[in-house]
């Protein structure tokens, strides 16, 4: 006797439990940056990719106790919005410490 098996998946609907969109969720860890220890006055590299100073390098500006955010940075040149005429543009941002290195 001949047992049929059942066809693949075709499309998103037919994926079923076993497709990854219904596997468990992944828990990614982010590696902590805890002996980076930013100062006022150091120089940085910044690491967010959606950064406008992705890779550049800026100088601490100040450094909150709490936030998002906490690590505001300042570079020597301005963003995009000098370009078009608003207000000479932008030279500091804020950051997390995982999001720079030390320069």
Known sequence: MLTQQSP???N???AGA???LHSDI???EIPSNAAMAVSKGQQVRIKRPESYWFNEVGTVASVADAGK???NVRFEKVD???YSG???GI???NYAEAELESA
Do not use: R
Request: aromatic residues 12%.
């Open 8 to 10: 693949p998946a075709t």
């Open 12 to 14: 998103f609907c037919d």
């Open 18 to 20: 076993n497709s990854p």
């Open 26 to 28: 992944v828990v990614l």
């Open 69 to 71: 955010y906490p690590v």
């Open 80 to 82: 995009y919005k000098a």
């Open 86 to 88: 608003i207000d000479g």
């Open 91 to 93: 030279n500091t941002a």
